[in-house]
């Protein structure tokens, strides 16, 4: 098993910036690729960005060129890098892992004036 911990959501105002991270601990030896979900008010959970073990990295489109997405040295924890952030991007954000498909249990990214 493999136990997510995210941190650094909050309420941020249109054009601003957070980051956010996630702590991977448990069985990581098999984790192959790390990123981001989120789960808006009435929408389904869509991918945000994910990064795989030897660097390759993938955007949605609604995020490229405000996103970033990194992995820590010891390969155990992920980032991501928001910025511009615009009301849209509300949502709560999920770390991911895989290929068993671990979750954690989400942060609240709230973006308004």
């Known amino acids: 098993q493999v136990q997510l911990v995210e941190s650094g959501g909050g309420l941020v105002q249109p054009g601003g910036s957070l980051r956010l991270s996630c702590a991977a601990s448990?069985?990581?030896?098999?984790?192959?690729?790390m990123g981001w979900y989120r789960q808006g008010p009435g929408n389904q959970r869509e991918l945000v960005a994910t990064?795989?073990?030897?660097?390759?990295?993938n955007y949605a489109d609604s995020v490229k060129g405000r996103f970033t997405i990194s992995r820590g040295n010891s390969k155990n924890a992920v980032y991501l890098q928001m910025n511009s952030l615009k009301p849209e991007d509300t949502a709560v954000y999920y770390c991911y892992a895989g290929p068993g498909r671990f979750w954690g249990q989400g942060t609240q990214v709230t973006v308004s004036s």
């Open positions: 990064i795989t073990s030897g660097g390759s990295t």
């Open positions: 448990g069985r990581i030896a098999g984790i192959y690729v």
